[in-house]
C-alpha cells in the first residue's frame, strides 16, 4: 500500500539552528501538508501545499517557516532558527484530488527536540 | 473559532465490550469529517464522512455524522487489545484538505 515517508524519525538540535524536515509523499497525490503536534496537545495544521505554492497557512506558520518542493518527489519543511517551543511531531500528509482531497495519508512523523 | 470536540479523553474497557466515541464540532463551511486511528505511528484514515444519517462500517467499527446537531460517533463492537489507540476525530473545513483535529479519545482495551 502506498504512503508517506518522511526522515529523519528523530531530530534533536540547538536553538537557533536551522533544521530542515524531508518528507515523501504517495505518487499520484497533489496536495501535501505539514501539521504538528506538541507533546500532549492536538494534532494543528500548519501549511497546505498545491501546484507548487501555498494554498493555506495557519497562523504558527510565521516567517521561520518555508516549505518547498525541490524535485518532483520531496516535500520540506525547513524551520531557520528553531525556539524550543518548536519541540513536536512533525507529520507530513499528501491526498488526491476531488472527494479525496480530504482524505489524508499521514506519515509517521518527525520528532523534532529542541534543547 | 473553529472547534472539535471529543469525548471521552480516555477509556479502558475490557476485550469484547462495546465503545462509543463522540465527536462535536464548530466548523464554517463545513465539507467532511473524519475518523483517524494512531497508534505510535501515523494516523491511519477509518472514514470519512459527508452526509448526515448514512452509516459507515468496516468490520466491528461503524461511524455516523448528524450534521443538525453537528457531531458524530464511532462505534467498536467486540473490541480486542489491537483496538488499544488513540482514536482522532477531524473536519474538513475548507477546499484546501486543512483538518481541524479534536484532542483525541485514548481507547486501552484490557484482555
Known amino acids: 500500500e502506498p504512503e508517506v515517508t518522511q526522515t529523519p524519525s528523530h531530530q534533536v538540535t540547538q536553538m537557533g539552528q536551522e533544521v530542515i524536515l524531508r518528507c515523501v509523499p504517495i505518487s499520484n497525490h497533489l496536495y501535501f501538508y505539514w501539521y504538528r503536534q506538541i507533546l500532549g496537545q492536538k494534532v494543528e495544521f500548519l501549511v497546505s501545499f498545491y501546484n507548487n505554492e501555498i494554498s493555506e497557512k495557519s497562523e504558527i506558520f510565521d516567517d521561520q517557516f518555508s516549505v518547498e518542493r525541490p524535485d518532483g518527489s520531496n516535500f520540506t519543511l525547513k524551520i531557520r532558527s528553531t525556539k524550543l517551543e518548536d519541540s513536536a511531531m512533525y507529520f507530513c500528509?499528501?491526498?488526491?484530488?476531488?472527494?479525496?482531497?480530504?482524505?489524508?495519508?499521514f506519515g509517521a512523523g518527525s520528532r523534532l527536540t529542541v534543547l | 473559532e473553529d472547534k472539535v470536540v471529543q469525548s471521552p479523553l480516555s477509556l479502558v474497557v475490557h476485550e469484547g465490550d462495546t465503545v462509543t466515541l463522540n465527536c462535536s464540532y464548530e466548523v464554517t463551511n463545513f465539507r467532511s469529517l473524519l475518523w483517524y486511528k494512531q497508534e505510535k505511528k501515523a494516523p491511519t484514515f477509518l472514514f470519512m464522512l459527508t452526509s448526515s444519517g448514512i452509516e459507515k462500517k468496516s468490520g466491528r467499527l461503524s461511524s455516523i455524522l448528524d450534521k443538525k446537531e453537528l457531531f458524530s460517533i464511532l462505534n467498536i463492537t467486540a473490541t480486542q487489545t489491537g483496538d488499544s489507540a488513540i482514536y482522532l476525530c477531524a473536519v474538513g473545513g475548507s477546499n484546501t484538505g486543512k483538518l481541524i483535529f479534536g484532542q483525541g479519545t485514548t481507547l486501552q482495551v484490557k484482555p
Open positions: 500528509a499528501s491526498s488526491g484530488l476531488g472527494s479525496g482531497a480530504n482524505v489524508l495519508t
